[in-house]
């Protein structure tokens, strides 16, 4: 089993720390001609797929790349504005590759707040009297372990956490499992 994110939260609810240990695959790359057969448009600073889905490009895909150029919100890394560059016919044909793009750091610390309100109230609609809230949440894709310390502790970021983070995750990922039900 990969381990694809990990969120410290404080009692507060609180992003204290996150760390990713992935990189978005492309989901599909495809070149086009003039003109583009998809509905693109901007949302939360990133370029998604709108409207037409089709050979593996799925409405909500994210823009990651056009002509091996990378995409960074709406723009591509030499700076061009990504729909303007789509919207001009002298431009095709055009190979962009599509995927899930990375959560930005406002979405992550919604995320975390979400996922705190979710435990707590996990925690008080519980007809187990102590229960400790939600210990995980299972789709059809991945599974959401969460972990209670027993005492607050305050992390501080510092490459040596980083470091020994990443060394624990990829332990993690040998071994295989969390342990029952995993």
């Not at 089993?1 to 492309?26: E, T």
């Amino acid at each position: 089993m990969a381990i694809f994110s990990v969120y410290l939260v404080n009692k507060a609810g609180g992003l204290i720390y996150q760390y990713d240990n992935y990189v978005p695959r492309a989901e599909a790359e495809k070149t086009f001609s003039y003109p583009l057969d998809l509905v693109l448009k901007i949302h939360d600073e990133k370029v998604i797929v709108s409207f037409g889905q089709r050979d593996g490009i799925r409405v909500g895909h994210a823009v990651l790349s056009i002509n091996g150029v990378d995409v960074m919100g709406k723009n591509t890394a030499d700076g061009k504005d990504v729909i303007e560059y789509l919207k001009d016919s002298s431009n095709y044909p055009v190979s962009i590759r599509f995927g899930r793009a990375r959560l930005s750091s406002n979405e992550k610390l919604m995320l975390a707040s979400m996922f705190h309100s979710l435990f707590a109230i996990g925690s008080q609609l519980s007809p187990e009297v102590g229960s400790s809230g939600i210990e995980m949440l299972e789709t059809d894709v991945f599974k959401l372990h969460c972990f209670q310390t027993l005492t607050v502790l305050l992390f501080f970021r510092c490459e040596l956490f980083d470091q020994n983070l990443k060394i624990a995750l990829e332990v993690a990922e040998k071994a295989g499992s969390f342990g029952p039900g995993s």
